[in-house]
DNA sequence: TATATAATAGATATATAATATCTTTAATTG
DNA sequence: CAATTAAAGATATTATATATCTATTATATA
């Protein structure tokens, strides 16, 4: 009953990005681990998933790195939370009761109240 | 990002027990592993823990079995999830950016309205 | 008191997932 | 071409949850 950390190191990098300008500039994962203090061959796992989910992008090679997608006002912290660990059912019921069952519901109900917390916050307003 | 297996064994054994005439009987852990198809070698662990914190009794020997407390009424599925997995943290903060930090209270903030939903769910409207 | 029943505790095993590293490959710049 | 950088694949490491097994302690009752 934990984030991961991959989703800390995910939500820090970002933040980070959005402080060094933006979407104006690249950069380096090298450049990410050092500010984080994370391997960089495992933080680059972590922001390859980002890539995928679309809310940055990535180039190889000299001058390359990795820089927010335009978009990156909107991105909630739910979006990166879904983009590390995929849409998770906190609680998964090992009983066959089907949908009327009440500690299912209940269990539901609170990750409902989990979700559309993170999903009112926006990256953005985790930098100010 | 998951409810422990020994949470989802807990509720469903107590809301058996419930429906089981309440505090007026003792169920041993077989008649529950029964009920729930689960060993009862490791439901009884994890029975354990809730008689640690004091919502159910138990009583060896024959005749024996677990017994819910006069209280049981008031019992809240949070204070279940802390008997068996104890006050967790859901986000652990790697870097040491100390309370200002905004990402730790983006998710604490999330954290706290997942508790407090689970806080008003009594064990009792779980089983009407 | 002996026997059967039942919870508890300790040791250990199994399974699974998260975290992390290493190596190779592919892409880009100059 | 040489240097740089991300991505992918394989593997290793660590941690934890889940589960089982055995021994011990407690209780009821025949």
Avoid at 55 to 68: D, F, N, Q
Wanted: hydrophobic residues 40%; glycine residues 4%.
């Amino acid at each position: 009953m934990k984030f991961s950390k991959a989703t800390d190191y995910a939500l820090h990098a970002l933040v980070y990005m959005i402080h060094r300008d933006g979407d104006t500039v690249k950069i380096p994962v090298q450049d990410l681990s050092v500010a984080l203090n994370v391997s960089t061959t495992y933080l680059s796992k972590v922001l390859t998933r980002i890539v995928k989910a679309n809310y940055i992008t990535s180039t190889s090679g000299a001058k390359g790195g990795y820089r927010l997608q335009q978009n990156w006002e909107n991105v909630t912290v739910y979006d990166i939370v879904v983009a590390i660990d995929g849409v998770q059912t906190l609680f998964e019921d090992s009983f066959d009761h089907g949908n009327e069952c009440r500690i299912q519901a209940a269990m539901m109900e609170a990750q409902d109240n989990l979700i559309n917390t993170l999903k009112n916050k926006k990256l953005k307003d985790l930098t100010v």
